[in-house]
């Protein structure tokens, strides 16, 4: 059985035996057939990164060659006009060594033409390089001379000795230059777009691998300021856009403010006892249009009613307001024309101690209204109205607007034991509501204003309008009013405004004029009331107005007014016809602006100390023209 068992055991151990050496056979061929299969795969990726490798070789030679090129052509525009002009020197001994791109008309060095017919016809071939002889040691700067330059693979400057990577080329030609000949061959002419020079530079590199050359292209033009647009002015409609004039006209008309501010002094920051904010503001009625006409149109209007609000802001503040604006310009992707009506929605704005026994309070008009029109092109369904009610429909940029306060717009204010007390009341002005207008006009369009010598044509601003009756600074209901005392320390009546403003491409190039001041101010002098009338050419001023103290018990009420008129006058900027300048005429005036400082106290108790601060609005046209640089 043990003899037996070993017999049973070798014969397995054969078995293994031969089964084993079968498996290494079999193993075998499987290796040589996966390291195959793995040779090839290894090959596909390696010729796959080869690929890559070029590809990405590739893409670095293109982003250094494009590197190069704008490097040569900011180097051109960074030169003056009279550098360029000049063009490349006769002794650059480069400029032989580019037979293929210049091609030399009639005897010696008469004329130089440029050629390249990978470019094309009229993109500089056929073009003449301007070239000339320099004084010794006087030879063009960078990129002009030497005209042939060499960079490295990483793009900086190494000599042009056979190991470069990358050459480039600049060729200054006479812009839509012309070659004419005669029937025998002579040069007879040479005719440009004048005073216009382009840069043509041409980069070029061999491709990864020793690849067929690679090669890149840019151009620019450079011409002289002033000079060249006129030239320029043939490529385009109406003219190339760097060479349009630059006009811009601003008008606004009201806007007023009588706004609360804690004084330095105020117990707390807390201008009325058991209330705290930085400004309570009562708003008036104002529109303002301005343009600014420069490569595109951009014009923007504003209309807003009478509100109020707080600082800080709180969702209790009322304000309505619309905002049209319009432009030419495809990048903003705003409209061409925008036209909205003001429909007012604010409503009485308060802020109440906690007591209930001081507060003050804002109440606006409540039935004002308004309108805003902006417009790139005023055509019989995008129109600006004028003041005479007449459309403007000139096919030029416009702007419109309009703002009237329907009724009273008032601010009051309770000092506890002092009683109530109107800060400011300012009445309605339906009668004379504030309108503004900015508006283009082509040369003779306006005989009067827009004379036939202005080239370019001409811009006007005009803001017209008028102010309520306004009253400020009462005396709270406990306190007794002093002798001649009406009811307020300062008056404004009957205060009305027109202002006009022009800018023209001409010799004369501006004018303007304040048609209309009227107005009457009037304040307390401790007795009575002094009186002063504004008028037109009248100069900004300070107004000497006593201050006003009154004691009723053991209140007291101090108002100490600092006060002045804006003027009324139009002023030039500008005088100097240099056409670098901006040339630009203002007409404004401010009725009446300054601060009114209020006081309230009760024994020792300070029951307010506040500044009010006071702009009656304004009425300014502002317009301006600046020759195409």
Request: charged letters at 10%; hydrophobic letters at 35%.
């Amino acid at each position: 059985m043990v003899g037996a068992r070993r017999f049973l055991g070798s014969r397995d151990l054969r078995g293994t035996a031969w089964s084993a050496r079968g498996g290494d056979g079999f193993a075998l061929i499987e290796v040589v057939i996966a390291f195959s299969v793995l040779l090839i795969a290894l090959l596909g990726i390696g010729l796959e990164m080869g690929t890559q490798y070029a590809s990405i070789g590739s893409s670095r030679n293109e982003q250094t060659g494009d590197a190069v090129l704008n490097r040569l052509l900011d180097e051109a525009r960074a030169l003056p006009y009279t550098v360029v002009a000049k063009g490349l020197s006769d002794a650059d001994a480069s400029v032989s060594s580019t037979s293929t791109y210049l091609e030399k008309t009639g005897t010696g060095t008469a004329i130089w033409v440029f050629e390249d017919s990978a470019l094309g016809s009229g993109n500089g071939t056929g073009e003449v390089v301007n070239h000339y002889s320099p004084p010794t040691g006087l030879s063009p700067p960078p990129p002009f001379y030497p005209h042939k330059s060499c960079f490295s693979e990483k793009g900086t400057s190494v000599p042009c000795t056979g190991g470069q990577y990358f050459t480039a080329l600049t060729f200054p030609t006479k812009y839509d230059s012309r070659v004419t000949t005669g029937t025998t061959g002579k040069v007879l002419a040479v005719t440009w777009l004048t005073k216009v020079i382009r840069v043509t530079v041409l980069v070029s590199w061999r491709a990864p691998g020793n690849g067929s050359p690679t090669a890149i292209a840019g151009q620019t033009l450079i011409f002289a300021k002033t000079v060249a647009c006129t030239s320029l002015g043939l490529l385009s409609t109406p003219s190339a856009a760097s060479c349009q004039p630059n006009f811009t006209a601003t008008a606004r008309a009201g806007d007023g403010v009588v706004a609360m501010k804690p004084s330095t002094g105020a117990p707390a920051g807390e201008p009325i006892k058991g209330l705290t904010f930085s400004s309570f503001d009562l708003l008036l009625p104002g529109s303002t249009s301005s343009q600014t006409l420069t490569q595109t149109s951009s014009i923007l209007g504003t209309s807003n009613a009478s509100g109020g609000t707080i600082a800080p802001t709180s969702t209790r503040d009322q304000e309505s307001v619309v905002l049209t604006k319009a432009t030419n310009d495809l990048a903003t992707g705003t409209s061409d024309d925008q036209s909205l009506t003001l429909t007012q929605s604010a409503s009485v704005l308060t802020s109440t101690s906690a007591t209930s026994a001081f507060s003050v309070t804002a109440t606006p008009s409540s039935t004002d209204t308004g309108s805003s029109t902006s417009t790139t092109s005023a055509t019989s369904t995008h129109a600006c109205a004028s003041f005479t009610g007449t459309d403007l429909t000139t096919d030029l940029p416009c702007g419109a607007g309009r703002a009237a306060q329907g009724s009273a717009a008032t601010l009051g204010a309770t000092f506890g034991s002092a009683g109530a007390a109107t800060l400011a009341d300012v009445a309605g002005t339906s009668a004379h509501p504030d309108r503004v207008l900015t508006a283009r006009y082509a040369r003779g369009a306006v005989p009067t204003t827009c004379p036939t010598t202005a080239k370019s044509g001409c811009i006007d601003a005009a803001a017209q309008g008028g102010l309520g009756t306004a009253e400020l600074a009462g005396l709270p209901a406990a306190v007794t009013a002093p002798a001649g005392w009406s009811g307020y320390t300062v008056r404004l009546s009957g205060f009305r405004a027109s202002a006009t403003a022009w800018a023209r491409s001409a010799s004369h190039w501006l004018s303007g004029k304040m048609t209309t001041v009227a107005g009457t101010l009037s304040y307390y002098n401790g007795s009575g009331y002094t009186t002063l009338t504004l008028a037109v050419g009248s100069s900004a001023q300070a107004i000497t107005i006593p201050p006003v103290k009154v004691t009723t018990g053991t209140i007291t009420v101090e108002i100490t007014p600092h006060l002045a008129t804006g003027g009324a006058a139009c002023n030039v900027t500008t005088t100097s016809s240099h056409p670098a300048r901006v040339h630009l005429e203002r007409c404004s005036v401010s009725p009446l602006f300054g601060t009114i400082t209020y006081v309230v106290t009760d024994g020792t108790t300070t029951l307010a100390d506040f500044t009010m601060t006071v702009s009656l609005g304004t009425f300014s046209a502002t317009a301006s023209y600046q020759v195409a640089t």
